[in-house]
T-cell receptor, first 111, second 116 residues
Framework: EAQVTQNPRYLITVTGKKLTVTCSQNMNHEYMSWYRQDPGLGLRQIYYSMNVEVTDKGDVPEGYKVSRKEKRNFPLILESPSPNQTSLYFC??????????FGPGTRLLVL | AQSVAQPEDQVNVAEGNPLTVKCTYSVSGNPYLFWYVQYPNRGLQFLLKYITGDNLVKGSYGFEAEFNKSQTSFHLKKPSALVSDSALYFCAVRAVFSGGYNKLIFGAGTRLAVHP
């Protein structure tokens, strides 16, 4: 089944404790992206990747890192999480000019 | 600036009645427009898109959307609402930048509540 998977789905952590949210797609898509969803703000792009080893900042990149060592994986790294990073996170993938497909989301709470 | 506006935070409709969820956009060049739906505790699901061609686009679950270039709108519609249509709906436009980079710009979302 064609899909985007994210892990974990739910995460509670404390300020400053490094964490990684994994994202994987099995559709051989070139383009991958991370978004955060906050009430009243819709989805805002954090980082994106147009292909392996090609990543760039989106609209709200502060406090986040990404890497794209393989085509299928695009992990999101929070080196030192803070409470303002409490949010719902979505990974998405697409062919370079195609429709984006989203993962199920990761709900993060930073205490 | 390229943007998407969904003017209604919530839309309430009785089951069986037609529904409309509004979306207007501002983008350079020809717009690529999308609607996504988010059910509780689920990711975003693609509903439909407009790239070119017929202004009335049909999508999943009986939804359709009408592209209106002069009004820069892309309203989502359904002739007869179901309780199971209750969800959060997002309109998005693809913005294209130099070097081939493109991204989706999302509206804030509209919560649709269909009452029995």
């Amino acid at each position: 089944e064609a899909q985007v998977t994210q892990n974990p789905r739910y995460l509670i952590t404390v300020t400053g404790k490094k964490l990684t949210v994994t994202c994987s797609q099995n559709m051989n898509h070139e383009y991958m992206s991370w978004y955060r969803q906050d009430p009243g703000l819709g989805l805002r792009q954090i980082y994106y990747s147009m292909n392996v080893e090609v990543t760039d900042k989106g609209d709200v990149p502060e406090g986040y890192k990404v890497s794209r060592k393989e085509k299928r994986n695009f992990p999101l790294i929070l080196e030192s999480p803070s409470p303002n990073q409490t949010s719902l996170y979505f990974c998405a993938s697409s062919p370079s000019q195609g429709t984006q497909y989203f993962g199920p989301g990761t709900r993060l709470l930073v205490l | 600036a390229q943007s998407v506006a969904q003017p209604e935070d919530q839309v309430n409709v009785a089951e069986g009645n037609p529904l409309t969820v509004k979306c207007t956009y501002s983008v350079s060049g020809n717009p690529y427009l999308f609607w996504y739906v988010q059910y509780p505790n689920r990711g975003l699901q693609f509903l439909l898109k407009y790239i070119t061609g017929d202004n009335l686009v049909k999508g999943s679950y009986g939804f359709e959307a009408e592209f209106n270039k002069s009004q820069t709108s892309f309203h989502l519609k359904k002739p007869s609402a179901l309780v199971s249509d209750s969800a959060l709906y997002f309109c998005a436009v693809r913005a294209v930048f130099s070097g081939g980079y493109n991204k989706l710009i999302f509206g804030a979302g509209t919560r649709l509540a269909v009452h029995p």
